[in-house]
């Protein structure tokens, strides 16, 4: 059974940088579709980047030139770097996988996988 454990959460200005990270417990690259999401309290879950089996990205569109997911596959690692961060970007984030690819890779209903979450706060 895969496990996702998260790390990397904590305080920052409005316009600070921050990187989240993601353990898994297996191989991925090749095996997995994974993704970041976030959820506020009161707010739905929502994707906020995604790379699948075999690299493809994609963005929401309110972090797209801000985040950046990436992999290091070696190490069974999934990153979200976040810039330029804003106070709506203050959530709970999630990491998530999955062996299907998915139709729709930022909505959570595509991933069986998660991890606890690791707590992002943006003050402005």
């Known amino acids: 059974q895969l496990r996702l454990t998260e790390s990397g959460g904590g305080s920052v200005q409005a316009g600070g940088a921050m990187r989240l990270s993601c353990q898994a417990s297996?191989?991925?690259?090749?095996?997995?579709?994974t993704a970041w999401f976030r959820q506020a309290p009161g707010k739905e879950r929502e994707g906020v980047a995604s790379?699948?089996?075999?690299?493809?990205?994609k963005y929401a569109g309110s972090v797209e030139g801000r985040f950046t997911v990436s992999r290091d596959n070696g190490q069974h690692i999934i990153y979200l770097q976040m810039t330029d961060l804003k106070p709506e970007d203050s959530g709970m984030y999630y990491c998530a996988a999955d062996r299907a690819r998915p139709l729709e890779p930022l909505s959570p209903k595509e991933y069986d996988y998660w991890g606890q979450g690791t707590q992002v706060t943006v003050s402005s």
């Open positions: 297996t191989t991925i690259y090749g095996y997995y579709a």
């Open positions: 790379v699948q089996q075999y690299g493809e990205k």
